[in-house]
């Protein structure tokens, strides 16, 4: 407040609300203690604040010694950083903290595991150590790895550097600073989410780092490791897609698969798309469609009936101004067992006596063999046609099947052939056979 009070709420398992208390609060408390404060900056559960004398009072979880008090306590009331004087500016990160004394030096404490300190080591500190080689330091800050200014205009960071966002052309950690060189004449730093930011004396913007969600702002979501100037109005935006995950459907289904795709120079839904299939013969180019709306789009796929396997779907975007964007996922289609198919059979006639011999088709996408079918019969009539008297071969999907009326029998029976796979997905089909009387001689 304009009082120089400082004031908390919410979580406050480890007393970072600093009033004494680890009871969570819904309403503004005030942190105990604490007058004169110009400046106040948060991690991970705990906060500092600098008072107008140039002291710096820490509160809250201290797991890695971000309070700064020589421990490793929490502390539920503000202790005073120790051996810091006449600081003019703080910043801290989840687990650790900077102080710009006004003497132009940097002094850091906390957690080092990624040289965030900069004391050329990877010791947790407990107690304030100074930042190896700087000096005329105007302005700092602690997003995660660390930023420093100096009053000639140069950058100076240290710490993590995953994704390039120290800018020297790497992604080696450093545990001490190293000068961003290729950009100078800076008057201002910020960061992000493990990006490095800075604007230039003539107002131009440049960044590094983490890029999967556009954080460096040059119009693509590549990580950067030297800085790029961050995109104006008059130039010509990169297209971007979201990301897409891999997909899976089962065969003879559809896939509906939506993603985003923007480009800040376009409008909705007018980018040149192009959508290819990596197996023609499971996903052709012709069996992918996509609707759009608003930059939503929707990509239908359909693979090639009763067939199964992976394709890789790759999907271009393209402005006006010719930049593009790609995305690729793949599809798997999983096989599934199909039913076989038992072909018509129409009604059969013989005569008193006398063998009938017929043929039918049946077929299973998942059988080589028709002899690897399960086949049964059954006879409504087993006094005419008895089950036993009824018998099949096959080759290649077509059977043959030989029935034999029992001896002077006649009259009517109905024959049902089921068919089962290895799935046991059956098929059935049901056919009349008539039996003629014959007038046997005397």
Known sequence: KNDGTVWGWGYNVSGQLGDGTTTQRSTAVQVSGLNNIIAISTGYSFAIALKDDGTVWAWGSNAKGQLGDGTTND??????????????????????????????????????????????????????????????????????????????????????????????????????????????????????????????NDGTVWSCGCNTNGYVGDGTTTNRSTPVQILSDSTNYYPVISLIADQNIDEDTSASINFISSDLDSSACSMTITITSSNQSLLPDGNLSYACEDNHYTLTATPVSDSNG???????????????????????????????????????????????????????????????LDISMVSSNVNLIPVENISYTCSAGNFYLSMTPATNQSGNANITITITDAGSLTATQSFSLTVNAVNDAP
């Open 310 to 372: 992976t394709a890789t779907i790759s999907i271009q975007v393209e402005d006006t101004g010719a930049l593009t964007a790609s995305r690729s996922f793949d599809l798997t289609v999983t096989a599934i067992n199909d039913p076989p198919v038992l072909g018509t059979i129409t009604g059969q006639t013989t005569n008193e006596d006398t063998p009938i011999h017929m043929g039918f088709t049946a077929s299973d996408l998942e059988t080589v063999d028709c002899n690897s």
């Open 75 to 200: 502390s539920y009331t503000p202790v005073q950083v120790s051996g810091l004087t006449d600081v003019i500016s703080i910043s801290c990160s989840s687990n650790h903290c900077l102080a710009l004394k006004n003497d132009g030096t940097v002094w850091a404490w906390g957690d080092n595991q990624y040289g965030q300190l900069g004391d050329n080591s990877n010791t947790e500190r407990h107690t304030t150590v100074q930042v190896s080689g700087l000096s005329g330091i105007i302005s700092i800050d602690a997003p995660g790895h660390s930023i420093a200014l100096k009053n000639d205009g140069t950058v100076w960071t240290w710490g993590g550097n995953t994704c390039g966002q120290l800018g020297d052309g790497t992604t080696n950690q450093s545990n001490v600073p190293i000068q961003i060189t290729s950009v100078t004449n800076v008057n201002i730093i910020g960061s992000g989410a493990s990006v490095t930011l800075m604007m230039k």
